[in-house]
């Protein structure tokens, strides 16, 4: 594996040997900017897998994204190459209809220290609640970003991270009462400790989230991809492209036909697929 090969693939050109807080602020960005967060290849008759040269070799060599477990992981690893303090950590997602997180950790994150400070690193949530940046690990600090108001709450037990949601306005009325609108004022995301974790931890969980038939990524294939002023997401058949305003985000959806799905991914986020992609879009909890 080459970090060089990896800089390269998220446009990154400045000084790769300066652990500083502005280099991972930049490689952050430029990693959420150009590597989609997708479940595709479960979708298209491929296994993900928790081994690092095999995501390295998909995402930096085949040009794919990918989802928490494959980008999360392939950035720790650039954390140490680049020589920054981090460890890896894991998270409960939280699930809006039953108003409960996760039983296991289902997420990976990466805790970064830099100068004293600390900051929740994650370059694969997606939609409007990706950070463009990382978090500086303060309790009950607001922490903006153009996708919204991000703040880590310390409840004693555990840390849990929301969102302040801003209004989504739909240009497409047909649209205006599809479940991946979201109308609630805060989201609550994920919860997680400081207990620190690797990638055996997340075996388990990321054979089932592939497999079971209640896993929201077997319901739903999905693919999204920050821009330089929203994100854009193919849920399914519904593709939307989602610009950020100071106090709205302007959402444009559309229903895309299966013919045209293979150029749609092409064009707008960059990927080809070397299998047949069967796009899914089941009932679950998602919203952009």
Request: some cysteine; aromatic content about 10%.
């Amino acid at each position: 594996m080459d970090l060089k090969e990896y800089l390269n693939r998220i446009g990154f050109s400045g000084q790769y040997d300066k652990a500083d807080l502005d280099n991972l602020f930049t490689i952050h960005k430029l990693h959420v900017m150009n590597i989609p967060f997708e479940n595709l290849s479960i979708h298209s008759g491929e296994k993900n897998t928790m081994d690092l040269q095999i995501i390295y070799d998909k995402i930096v060599k085949s040009n794919r994204g990918g989802w928490c477990c494959e980008n999360n992981l392939l950035f720790s690893w650039v954390l140490k190459e680049m020589g920054y303090k981090s460890t890896m950590l894991g998270s409960k997602v939280f699930n809006s209809l039953k108003q409960e997180y996760l039983s296991m950790d289902c997420h990976l994150i990466n805790l970064v220290e830099i100068n004293g400070k600390q900051y929740i690193a994650d370059v694969s949530f997606g939609v409007s609640s990706q950070i463009w940046h990382p978090l500086e690990l303060i309790s009950g600090k607001d922490q903006p970003q153009p996708s919204g108001v991000f703040r880590l709450i310390n409840n004693g037990l555990q840390w849990v991270l929301e969102k302040t949601i801003r209004k989504q306005l739909v240009q497409d009325k047909t649209f205006a009462n599809s479940s991946f609108i979201d109308k609630r004022l805060t989201k609550t995301i994920y919860s997680f400790t400081l207990t620190p974790r690797d990638a055996d931890h997340f075996r388990e969980m990321s054979d089932y989230l592939q497999t079971s038939p209640d896993s929201l990524f077997m319901l739903k294939s999905i693919c999204s991809l920050q821009t330089p002023t929203g994100f854009r997401a193919l849920i399914g058949w519904t593709y939307s492209e989602v610009t950020f305003k100071e106090d709205s985000d302007l959402v444009d959806m559309k229903e895309i036909p299966g013919c045209e799905i293979e150029a749609l991914l092409r064009d707008k986020f960059n990927l080809v697929l070397v299998n047949k992609f069967t796009p899914k879009n089941n009932k679950a909890d998602y919203c952009i």
